[in-house]
Nanobody, 125 residues
């Protein structure tokens, strides 16, 4: 089992920034690729970004490219999502998730085995 706890959400004005954190415990953090997803009211949960266990590669949804940066610190068992130039349409509950190491990064939520409880991000216009 991997336990994931997100933090760092909040209310921010459009154009602002937030950094989300996700602390992991349980099994060896470096055995997992990590992802961030989000879910807005009335919408399906969607992929935002993913990072390899080694941090050697990253993968972003088109909506996140150029504005969001995913990173991780295996010594701290933590993955981050730096979000800049936030827009009202980024408003959602943001979840981190873990998937066992694979040859490729994936944005498919069905392949992620462990999920956090989510943190709310609200961007005002």
């Amino acid at each position: 089992q991997v336990q994931l706890v997100e933090s760092g959400g909040g209310l921010v004005q459009a154009g602002g920034s937030l950094r989300l954190s996700c602390a992991a415990s349980g099994r060896t953090f470096s055995n997992y690729d990590m992802g961030w997803f989000r879910q807005a009211p009335g919408k399906e949960r969607e992929f935002v970004a993913a990072i390899k266990w080694s941090a050697a590669s990253t993968y972003y949804a088109d909506s996140a490219k150029g504005r969001f940066t995913i990173s991780r610190d295996n010594a701290k068992n933590t993955v981050y999502l730096q979000m800049n130039s936030l827009k009202p349409e980024d408003t959602a509950v943001y979840y981190c998730a873990a998937t066992p190491k694979r040859p490729y990064l994936t944005g498919s939520r069905g392949l992620y085995d462990y999920w956090g409880q989510g943190t709310q991000v609200t961007v005002s216009s």
